[in-house]
């Protein structure tokens, strides 16, 4: 149900529910419960390329970011069936994505798009870098042959992505960043002013000092608690991958246009 034009404010929370990129999200309470604990039992495959230490041990605690930062519901003993995403908190969150994008356009940045979720996110991100390279931005070009244990780094329409058995593959990790980064130092290449990504991707950026803003699922909370920390910049809340990529685009249209990169 993709809306014509650029929705307005109103328009894109009622289009969210609707096809329930958030307001009563597709992800159980108890999948989002188990990835709380998982995190706060120190589970790095949960921490998305960041280092938490031991300031998350309380899962209690992590619920409460969660409830805060997403909208999921905050009653400790709600602990089966439907969860939330507050709509108007990824539009709050998507305002404040617009900001960082305008200060990128503004400042013509060196910006690296990367996803691990390919299947829903990827045609956001594309889109995103063809406005900031229109605005005179860099989008980073990461460097041939990379590769980590899940399988190969490459660039597919300006967005890094791991690929695996000839498929684009959905992977929580932070090694694909690794592997970036590591390669553009090795080449004496600069690295990005800012990384517009998601999952692992954007965590290990973020943990190694580079400006990252990233997009995060109610059971993917690793991003923000790192929003609320500060090492983060960036958290939208949204699920990841509902039932066609084209319900996105709306919610592209509305940040490229906060963003000014996009005429109403």
Known sequence: MPIPGIPSRAELVDHLVK???AGDVATPRENNLSHYRKLANGERHYWLGLELGDRWSDEQDVLAVMAERVGVN???EHRYGQDTIDPELTVA???RLAAR???AADGHERVLFATGHPGGL???HRATADA???AGCEIVVIPDGLTTDEGYVFQFADVAVLEHGASLWHTHSGEPMRAILTGLEREGRPLPDLVVADHGWAGYAAQHGIDSVGYADCNDPALFLAEAEGTLQVAVPLDDHVTSPRFYDPLTAFLLTEAGLLDD
């Open 132 to 134: 900031l390279r229109a």
């Open 74 to 76: 905050d009653d400790p």
């Open 101 to 103: 994008l305008r200060k």
């Open 19 to 21: 096809t329930r990129i």
């Open 122 to 124: 990827l045609d956001v």
């Open 93 to 95: 969150a998507l305002e």
